[in-house]
């Protein structure tokens, strides 16, 4: 009797294998499987290309030219005297690289349906050097700014220079801290 359990469960065993064998040769899973891998793919590169120009320290910066502007501007608001700003950067700059997208649609028709499988593959258009084409840089999140200013004690002046920070940096005001110099 335990020789018959035994044939049992192998029987078990073999049709859920043919049932396995069935999926893998069917046509369907053969294409959906290859748009998953190629999307995995193209993710993992375009990954990689953005992490590997992007610093992964944060930037301090204190001496930039924006800073200097800035500094330009705060101090010409009423009430501000001298002022030193120094902005936080998340990160490096980013380049952007010049791509060619191809599609390529595949229709498939089984038992009476038809299935369209549209596959954009995105290629980076490269230079004689083989290097990517950069089009263009996109400027690092800010993360923060410190302000030290004259007059940085007077809550008027504190709301202004939050003002203008926002509106010319384009951030939150719970990204500006702005303090009262000595």
Known sequence: MENNNIID????NSSKSDKLNKLIKNKKFQIIFAVVVLF?????YFSYV????????????????????IQKVLSKIKGVG??????????????????????????VEDDGRVTEII??????????GNEPLVIGTKRAKIDGVVVVAKGGD?????VAIMQALATLLK??????NVFSME
Request: net charge negative; charged share 35%.
């Open 171 to 176: 951030i939150e005001y719970n990204c500006i």
């Open 82 to 107: 001298d002022v030193n700003v120094l902005i936080v950067y998340d990160g490096g700059e980013q380049l952007e690289i010049a791509s060619k997208v191809d599609k390529r649609t595949d229709r």
């Open 119 to 128: 596959e954009e593959t995105i290629t980076p258009i490269l230079t004689n």
């Open 40 to 44: 995995v793919v193209i993710v993992a």
């Open 9 to 12: 469960n192998r029987e078990k």
């Open 154 to 158: 007077d809550p008027k002046v504190r």
């Open 50 to 69: 953005n992490v590997k120009d992007k610093d992964k320290q944060v930037t301090l910066s204190d001496g930039t030219e924006l800073t200097s502007q």
